[in-house]
């Protein structure tokens, strides 16, 4: 199996809207690849592979190896565009990356004990309002998942993002901005059936 985190692609000469589609029709996906001190570079890879990439939820959230016509970059997918009405990837975004600069990031919330917390035992329905969250980090630090344990999490409280246990020199981007930016994660209702 190929690697997970390394996507291969090719330059892409065809430009614009008629490019895209030429590229589509031969069972490509059309992509850019920009940021960091190069120009974009508008590329193409295979679809097929991308969607063996993007089965994997790590993708989403890790640093990438994108070969370009030999020559590999750092890289994070920045952006997927995809067909509502068929099993299709229609275009791709990847973000440049020094390894030496933070970047801004989602990363996907992982819920354990939901059931067995406080107000699970009582019958209370744990409500998410979030399932990512943006966070600000050095590439190398950037995690797959942040954990959310609901264990002590009882009927009627909330868990907010200040309450994110986050891994050594990540930072959710939100709570930057202050402390009315401490949005709820998940609350914990009663059950409309008690």
Same mark, same amino acid.
């Given at each position: ?5 390394? #996507?291969?692609? =090719?330059?892409?000469?065809? $430009? ?14 059309? &992509? ?5 001190? %190069?120009?974009?570079? @508008? ?10 990439? $993007?089965?994997?939820?790590? /993708? ?17 997918? !920045? ?7 068929? #099993?299709?990837?229609? *275009?791709?975004? #990847? ?18 004990? =939901?059931?067995? %917390?406080?107000?699970? !035992? ?5 409500? *998410?309002? @979030? ?10 630090? $950037?995690?797959? #998942? ?17 309450? $994110? ?6 930072? /959710? ?14 609350? @914990? @209702?009663?059950? !409309? &059936?008690?």
């Amino acid at each position: 199996m190929s690697n997970v985190f390394e #996507f291969v692609a =090719e330059s892409r000469a065809d $430009l614009g809207t008629n490019g895209a589609r030429r590229s589509r029709r031969q069972g490509n996906v059309p &992509a850019v690849i920009y940021g960091g001190h %190069s120009a974009p570079q @508008m590329l193409v890879l295979n679809h097929n592979e991308v969607i063996k990439h $993007l089965e994997h939820e790590a /993708v989403y959230s890790h640093v990438l190896d994108i070969t370009v016509d030999g020559k590999t970059e750092k890289a994070i997918l !920045k952006g997927v565009q995809r067909n509502p009405a068929r #099993f299709q990837i229609l *275009h791709l975004d #990847f973000l440049r990356v020094d390894m030496s600069e933070a970047v801004k990031v989602h990363v996907p919330l992982h819920f354990i004990n =939901e059931a067995t %917390s406080v107000g699970g !035992k009582k019958g209370g329905v744990a409500t *998410h309002s @979030m399932v990512d969250v943006e966070i600000s980090c050095l590439p190398a630090m $950037l995690p797959e #998942f942040i954990e959310v344990d609901l264990a002590g999490l009882d009927i009627g409280s909330s868990f907010h993002l200040s309450d $994110l246990v986050l891994p050594n020199g990540v930072s /959710v981007v939100a709570l930057a901005q202050g402390p009315d930016h401490d949005l709820p994660v998940v609350s @914990m @209702m009663a059950s !409309k &059936a008690n």
